[in-house]
C-alpha cells in the first residue's frame, strides 16, 4: 500500500521543528528507539497548533484537551546520534470532536518516517465532547484545498 504521506498536500498549512537527535535518544543499536517518534510527532503537532491557530495552552483555558487517539509511524531508514532532523506537520482531517494530522520526518534530503496521528476533543472531565464552532471552522480553514 503507497504511504499517502509520502508528499504533503498542495496548499496545506504546515509547520516544522528542527531537532537534533541526542545521545539519549539512541538504543543499543545507536539508532533512534522507535518510541522517541512519538515524540518528535508531538514537537511538531503543538508547533502547528501554536503557529496557526492557538497555543494548546488556550484550549486548557477553554476546558478541553484533544487526546490522542491514534499513531502511525512507516519508518524509512535509521537515524543517529547527532543527525539533524525536520519534523513537518499539517492537518489531514478536521471534524466536529476529532482531529488528524500527518507528518513527515526528513534528515536533510531522506525521508526518515511518515506518521499520522488521530486525536478526539475531551472536557475537562475526560468526556468525548464537540469542539467550538468558531475552533472547528478555524481548523477546517487550515487544510488542503
Not at 16 to 25: A, G, L, M, T
Not at 66 to 82: E, S
Request: hydrophobic share 40%; glycine share 4%.
Amino acid at each position: 500500500m503507497l504511504d499517502p504521506r509520502l508528499q504533503i498536500p498542495d496548499g496545506v498549512a504546515k509547520s516544522s521543528v528542527n531537532y537534533v537527535v541526542p545521545f539519549y535518544d539512541t538504543d543499543a543499536m545507536a539508532i533512534v528507539h522507535h518510541a522517541n517518534y512519538v515524540r518528535y510527532l508531538e514537537l511538531a503537532r503543538v508547533r502547528f497548533l501554536q503557529e496557526h491557530d492557538q497555543a494548546y495552552t488556550l484550549y486548557v483555558e477553554q476546558g478541553f484537551h484533544v487526546v490522542v487517539m491514534r499513531v502511525d509511524i512507516q519508518l524509512k531508514r535509521p537515524t543517529r546520534f547527532d543527525e539533524r532532523l525536520e519534523v513537518i506537520c499539517w492537518l489531514e482531517r478536521v471534524r466536529s470532536a476529532s482531529l488528524a494530522f500527518g507528518y513527515q520526518i526528513r534528515n536533510g534530503e531522506f525521508l526518515t518516517a511518515t506518521g499520522m496521528t488521530e486525536h478526539g476533543v475531551v472536557n475537562m472531565q475526560g468526556k468525548a465532547t464537540r469542539m467550538p464552532e468558531a475552533r472547528r471552522i478555524r481548523l477546517q480553514s487550515l487544510l488542503a484545498p
